[in-house]
């Protein structure tokens, strides 16, 4: 068997192993289903949710693969899961929201107001 033949059983049966899904399938985001399982074989992560929210309403939450390592539980898509270095990301992006209706100001000082008993003089 070829190096090209090999690598793409392998990339096949890990998404293979990936196929379970759990939650309700939407129809309109197929393409959600069929893209999460890929970009998680391409990084080898055994098992996560997705959740897409609009205008305020839940639409979307699926779990794809597998609670263990390996194969046994399906990921449940209500799983409670570590955010890791997401919480930076959602921090930033919450601060800019608040400069841009006028709170706080991007040359505030970090220990004003609320978390002044924080502050060492």
């Known amino acids: 068997m070829t190096r090209l033949a090999t690598l793409l059983s392998a990339a096949a049966l890990g998404i293979a192993a990936l ?4 939650g309700v399938a939407v129809p309109e985001l ?12 391409a990084h080898r992560v055994p098992g996560g949710a997705v959740a ?7 639409v ?17 898509p209500d799983s409670l899961c570590r955010i890791g270095s997401i ?8 601060l800019l929201r608040l400069v841009e209706a006028g709170r706080p100001q991007c040359d505030d000082k970090v220990y004003a107001g609320i978390l002044t008993q924080l502050h060492s003089s």
């Open 19 to 22: 196929t379970a899904q759990t």
């Open 30 to 41: 197929a393409e959600v289903d069929r893209e999460i399982p890929a970009l998680m074989a």
């Open 52 to 58: 897409i929210v609009k205008d305020g309403r839940l």
């Open 60 to 76: 979307f939450a699926r779990a794809y693969g597998w609670a263990d390592a390996g194969p046994g539980d399906a990921f449940p």
């Open 87 to 94: 919480s930076k990301t959602v921090t930033v992006v919450t």
